[in-house]
């Protein structure tokens, strides 16, 4: 089995920054896509950021310019980099990967942008 643990979430002001991390533990043999969802009260996970095990990148609409996304994968970890944060982007932020042909969910992690 493979745990995926998310980290780095909180309460941050408008126009601030957080970066979040994603670290897998396990016995991992391969390693694939990774990627970043949310989830606001009352509305559907939705894909923020992606990346291929080659290092492709895909970013929802809403966040193009002010996040980005990057993995370390000799650390089995990888990051979600949040610039310019504003109130919509309150949600709680998933991490999902594919390890050993297999796709992993993390716990979650509360981002709170607020004033």
């Known amino acids: 089995q493979v745990q995926l643990v998310e980290s780095g979430g909180g309460l941050v002001q408008p126009g601030g920054s957080l970066r979040l991390s994603c670290a897998a533990s396990?016995?991992?043999?391969?390693?694939?896509?990774m990627e970043w969802y949310r989830q606001a009260p009352g509305k559907e996970r939705d894909l923020v950021a992606g990346?291929?095990?080659?290092?492709?990148?895909n970013y929802a609409d809403s966040v193009k310019g002010r996040f980005a996304i990057s993995r370390d994968n000799a650390k089995n970890t990888f990051y979600l980099q949040m610039n310019s944060l504003k109130p919509e982007d309150t949600a709680v932020y998933y991490c999902?990967?594919?390890?050993?042909?297999?796709?992993?969910w993390g716990r979650g992690t509360q981002v709170t942008v607020s004033s």
């Open positions: 999902n990967a594919y390890f050993n042909h297999r796709p992993y």
């Open positions: 396990g016995r991992i043999f391969s390693i694939g896509a």
């Open positions: 990346i291929t095990s080659n290092g492709d990148t």
